[in-house]
């Protein structure tokens, strides 16, 4: 399977909805960082309606929609309205696009909103092109629109590269939860494989349980058909001499890394649990290219360590001892580690030169993209512990192959 066939499902299908020339089209080359849209100053530029699916860091897989303006009138114009319409069905977010410019009469935005309430869509109002306006006029029409038409607004121009950050929080916080991948490792192993879960030998949870991202993955294995076989180090080679063939696919904990891949064939799928997870949250691609940055760490450099939870038992040592041990055994005793924890971002992040996060098992899918609009604004590089890892040991490109993306 191949990023394209990512079911819709699964793929974000955003939608950019308005009059003609409100910059709907400028709204989605600022978004995505590409000029896949037709713009121009002539009303009516986008005249079909076009779906792009992409790679959109961090959300993912997505789609956008762009549309032909909703305003359009005459026999053709409507046609393209009528088009434009029929695209709702396919949207699962919908940016209603006005121009600061055209606030005074919004009665077409609101028949428009009736038709995306009726589908359940949410809707993300966007006020476009402030700059064309008086700076103090932005507050007050944002909270008029609020207030007639119900959704939230945010304010942006579509031509300063600045913007970007803001609609891409506004577009994570209402976007719909149930566009995440529906399975962790389903799409990774043949039906009836055996799949090989390995604990370190001290199980690291609390008495007579499995950690959450363990329970997750068997669970996941046995819906998909595999063989769920879980062994603690110890028990690995024994398990694997007693299977007829190699296993279809091998996930570890990340602290026993080097001791399992010592012990597989190299032709053997393996990867670990922290990494599954990231890339359930959609932010694989994000932390793979935050771990390559550890290649060009200096010891000049300072770094951050960010936990969501203010007590860490498990992975507390891992991100505030281990890994910044095992950095600066690479690049020198000098790198600076400073170690945030909680709910708060510090606010100086461009300071630093990469960001380790923490699983985020405490965070929901939403707030740890936050962050990794936060990082990508600006422009720091940002990993999780579990990948980190995997770079630290020479082994990130093996457990990232096991997924149809990198290969
Ligand atoms: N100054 C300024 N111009 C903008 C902004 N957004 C869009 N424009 C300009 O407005 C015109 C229309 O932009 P488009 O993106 O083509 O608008 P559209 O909503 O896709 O229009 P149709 O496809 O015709 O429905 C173009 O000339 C853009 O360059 C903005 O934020 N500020
Ligand atoms: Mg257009």
């Not at 499902?9 to 960082?33: D, M, P, Q, W």
């Not at 494989?193 to 959450?212: E, H, M, T, Y």
């Not at 393996?270 to 997870?277: A, D, G, W």
Request: aromatic share 4%; charged share 25%; hydrophobic share 40%.
């Amino acid at each position: 399977m191949n990023l394209q066939d990512t079911p819709r499902g699964n793929r974000l299908h955003i939608g950019f909805y308005g009059r003609r020339n409100a910059g709907k089209s400028s709204l989605i080359n600022l978004v995505t960082g590409q000029q896949a849209a037709l713009v121009s100053s002539h009303a009516g530029t986008t005249t079909d309606p076009v779906i792009k699916s992409m790679e959109l860091l961090p959300l993912g897989p997505i789609a956008v929609i762009d549309t032909a303006g909703l305003d359009d009138s005459g026999e053709l114009g409507e046609l393209r309205v009528s088009r434009s319409m029929q695209m709702m069905d396919r949207t699962d977010l919908a940016l209603l696009v006005i121009s600061a410019e055209e606030t005074e009469d919004i009665s077409l935005e609101k028949k428009w909103l009736e038709e995306f309430k009726k589908r359940k869509i949410p809707v993300i109002g966007v006020l476009n092109q402030i700059d064309k306006i008086d700076p103090g006029m932005v507050e007050n029409i944002l909270s008029e629109l609020d207030s007639k038409l119900g959704v939230p607004f945010t304010a942006v121009s579509a031509n300063q590269r600045n913007y970007r950050a803001e609609l891409l929080s506004a577009i994570v916080k209402n976007a719909p939860m149930d566009f995440e991948s529906t399975t962790l490792v389903g799409d990774i192993f043949e039906e009836g494989a055996a799949v090989v879960l390995v604990a370190p030998q001290d199980i690291q949870a609390p008495k007579g349980r499995l950690i959450l991202p363990q329970v997750q993955v068997i669970r996941d294995v046995l819906d998909n058909g595999g063989l769920a076989l879980t062994v603690t180090l110890g028990r690995l080679q024994q398990l694997l001499d007693s299977l007829k063939d190699p296993p279809g696919l091998v996930i570890t904990d990340s602290q026993i890394f080097p001791q399992v891949n010592a012990m597989l064939p190299a032709n053997v799928p393996l990867t670990s649990f922290s990494i599954v997870m990231a890339r359930n949250k959609g932010d694989l691609a994000t932390f793979v290219r935050g771990a390559r940055a550890i290649r060009d760490l200096k010891e000049s450099d300072k770094i951050l360590v960010a936990e969501t939870c203010t007590h860490a038992p498990l992975e507390e040592d891992i991100g505030r001892e281990k890994i910044p041990k095992w950095l600066r055994e690479r690049v020198g005793e000098g790198l600076r580690v400073d170690i945030s924890a909680g709910l708060d971002f510090p606010e100086n992040i461009g300071e630093y030169s990469l960001i380790l996060h923490c699983g985020g098992c405490m965070f929901t899918r939403k707030q740890l993209m936050s962050r990794l609009i936060m990082a990508d604004a600006e422009n720091v590089p940002i990993t999780n512990y579990g990948v980190a890892i995997a770079e630290i040991n020479g082994m990130l490109e093996r457990v990232i192959s096991v997924f149809p993306e990198f290969r």
